[in-house]
């Protein structure tokens, strides 16, 4: 639906599958948004989960990321500390793949934290019925951005088609 949206009103949009390694995953996406400011595209991003985490990173670290806002999908907020009993092999989430999960990654997600320097370019989408992470860590990691808080729903959103106006609303304004 969001691309098909997006399409339809001519914007350009990329969804990269990032590499499990959080350094990999931070250069891939960099790599995008150089490609998009090359071709003098505006700069949107929305994470979901580790994404929302990577998405902050890149909006706190990027040269030009004063110009970009981010939409954050039940983002982790800590991930080093939440994904450190993980190390090891894991099931890729939509494939049969097997995914290896070493031990320095917790360490490169330690080094990405960062806070936020302009809550106003930041939209925080949090569902309260998230079984994997807290609302309220993610409400208390993004203080004074825009927020969306869910009654109900889940870590996916899978009621997010009713969500994405406003997220659309809010990245293009």
């Given at each position: 639906m969001v691309g098909a949206d997006l399409l339809a009103a001519g914007i350009r949009y990329c969804c990269p599958q990032l590499d499990i390694a959080p350094l990999a995953a931070m250069a891939q996406a960099e790599k995008e948004i150089n490609q998009a400011l090359e071709r003098g595209d505006e700069v949107r991003l929305i994470g979901s989960s580790l994404g929302g985490f990577f998405a902050s990173a890149l909006m706190e670290r990027h040269p030009a990321a004063k110009r970009f806002k981010a939409a954050l999908l039940n983002p982790?907020?800590?991930?080093?500390?939440?994904?450190?009993?993980?190390?090891?092999?894991?099931?890729?989430?939509?494939?049969?793949?097997?995914?290896?999960?070493?031990?320095?990654?917790?360490?490169?997600?330690?080094?990405?934290?960062?806070?936020?320097?302009?809550?106003?370019?930041?939209?925080?989408?949090?569902?309260?019925?998230?079984?994997?992470?807290?609302?309220?860590?993610?409400?208390?990691?993004?203080?004074g951005a825009e927020q969306i808080i869910i009654e109900g729903s889940d870590h996916s959103i899978s009621d997010f088609d009713q969500h994405w106006p406003a997220i659309r609303s809010f990245l293009l304004s």
């Open positions: 982790a907020p800590w991930p080093a500390r939440d994904l450190k009993d993980y190390v090891g092999e894991l099931p890729a989430w939509h494939t049969n793949e097997v995914l290896q999960f070493r031990a320095e990654y917790i360490d490169d997600l330690r080094s990405l934290e960062v806070g936020i320097s302009d809550p106003m370019r930041y939209l925080l989408v949090a569902a309260k019925g998230d079984e994997l992470l807290d609302w309220k860590e993610m409400v208390a990691r993004y203080p």
